[in-house]
Antibody, heavy 122, light 107 residues
């Protein structure tokens, strides 16, 4: 079955950096677009970034553009999110999510990981 | 950006009730609308995609409708496991955006 396992969360000071990873299994990782979605404590869901199945197209929310970078390693079935210049408002649970369609534009979040917690605090 | 507005933000209902949650987009999004269920401490779960398509494994008491700017998620007979928060999400264009959520509580 489809499994997504995030790691790399933790406590970081404002202005610091963190790299999140998402290990995928149970599906052909190289055929699907992937997303990062976050949820601040007690708040709703916010889409963060998308990467096309082949890594050829990336898209970001304005709130993270220029600070976060999404990437993928298809042979390793792993998705990444490099987060730089972190701010208090970036504190959230970060989920990786598999898109529904094969080789399709960003659409819906078919399957989700369990999430990894990022805390930004001095 | 396309703004998604859900109503109500919360509701109280009893087991067996018919429940409808609405979602309005700030511009037309055709049928590019998805619905998710989230329980406390858990990741969201896709219920409905492209406005009315039931995701595999989701009970048939869930249904979606609408097109253009106005959409609805209906639970035909509320079950104890359905008490959760529900989110709509548009996939018409990026940035993909979510509604603010509707919390369904036990009356």
């Amino acid at each position: 079955q489809v499994q997504l396992v995030e790691s790399g969360g933790g406590v970081v000071q404002p202005g610091g950096s963190l790299r999140l990873s998402c290990a995928a299994s149970g599906f052909i990782f190289s055929s699907y677009g992937m997303h990062w979605v976050r949820q601040a404590p007690g708040k709703g869901l916010e889409w963060v970034a998308f990467i096309r199945y082949d890594g050829g197209n990336k898209d970001y929310a304005d709130s993270v553009k220029g600070r976060f970078t999404i990437s993928r390693d298809n042979p390793r079935n792993t998705l990444y999110l490099q987060m730089n210049s972190l701010r208090a408002e970036d504190m959230a649970v970060y989920y990786c999510a598999k898109d529904l369609g094969v080789a399709a534009p960003p659409d819906s979040f078919h399957m989700w990981g369990q999430g990894t917690v990022v805390t930004v605090s001095s | 950006d396309i703004q998604m507005t859900q109503s109500p933000s919360s509701l109280s209902a009893s087991v067996g009730d018919r429940v409808t949650i609405t979602c309005r987009a700030s511009q037309t999004i055709s049928r590019y609308l998805n619905w998710y269920q989230q329980k406390p401490g858990k990741a969201p779960n896709l219920l409905i995609y492209t406005a009315s398509n039931l995701q595999s494994g989701v009970p048939s008491r869930f249904s979606g409708s609408g097109s253009g700017t106005d959409f609805a998620l209906t639970i035909s007979s509320l079950q104890p496991e359905d008490f959760a928060t529900y989110y709509c999400q548009q996939s018409y264009r990026t940035p993909l955006t979510f509604g603010g959520g509707t919390k369904v509580e036990i009356k």
